[in-house]
């Protein structure tokens, strides 16, 4: 069972940045995608950033905004979200996607206008 740790979100305001951690409690290995969604009530979660094999991908929304990072070695990723606008308020939920899916608690990101 891969207990994952997030940290980070908080309430900021619009064009300012937040940061996002979350660290496995197991090694991770490359080949397993990391990354992180998000959930605003009434909707689906949805995909932000994933990275595998020293790839990223992004969702169209967030691209040129957020940059996530991942500590191979660690088994840590990190979410650096940048120019926030208030429609990225969510709940932002840490994933790793092997055996049938690990979820975190989940971080509230409020963006004011």
């Known amino acids: 069972q891969v207990q994952l740790v997030e940290s980070g979100g908080g309430l900021v305001q619009a064009g300012e940045s937040l940061s996002l951690s979350c660290a496995a409690s197991?090694?991770?290995?490359?080949?397993?995608?990391m990354g992180w969604y998000r959930q605003t009530p009434g909707s689906q979660r949805e995909l932000v950033a994933v990275a595998v094999r020293t790839k990223t991908n992004y969702d169209d929304s967030v691209k040129d905004r957020f940059t996530l990072s991942r500590d191979y070695s660690k088994s840590v990723i990190h979410l650096q979200m940048t120019n926030l606008k208030p429609e990225d308020t969510a709940v932002y939920y840490c994933?790793?996607?092997?055996?049938?899916?690990?979820w975190g608690q989940g971080t509230q990101v409020t963006v004011a206008s």
């Open positions: 197991e090694k991770i290995g490359p080949f397993v995608p």
């Open positions: 994933h790793v996607n092997w055996n049938g899916g690990y």
